[in-house]
């Protein structure tokens, strides 16, 4: 009888380590996936994305304007020897800059 609770008690050992360690694992796994962006024309950027880029970066000339599948747009913008990288929302939110 000593034994049968023995090896039910190194059974049930073993199954909750095996649940711990793919727990674990499945944390391991996880990947980070960046957003694609495409070139866009500058004059393909709605109006309010604009204003607020003006309203951020007065004085800033436009140089590459890109844009994600939802809607998300990334603009480089430079003045005099500064270039930056601003990320606005579809609805011209700022969102960060790089």
Do not use: C, R, W
């Not at 939802?70 to 601003?86: M, N, R, S």
Request: proline residues 3%; hydrophobic residues 40%.
């Amino acid at each position: 009888m000593k034994k049968i609770f023995l090896l039910a008690a190194i059974a049930l050992g073993f199954g909750i380590n095996a649940n711990a360690t793919q727990i674990e694992n499945n944390k391991e796994i996880s990947i980070l996936q960046e957003k694609e962006y495409k070139p866009v024309e500058p004059s393909a950027i709605p109006a309010d994305v604009l204003k607020n880029i003006s309203a951020k970066y007065g004085g800033y000339t436009l140089k590459e304007a890109h844009v994600a599948a939802d809607g998300e747009y990334k603009l480089v913008v430079a003045k005099d020897e500064k270039t930056v990288t601003a990320y606005f929302s579809s609805t011209g939110e700022f969102i960060k800059e790089a």
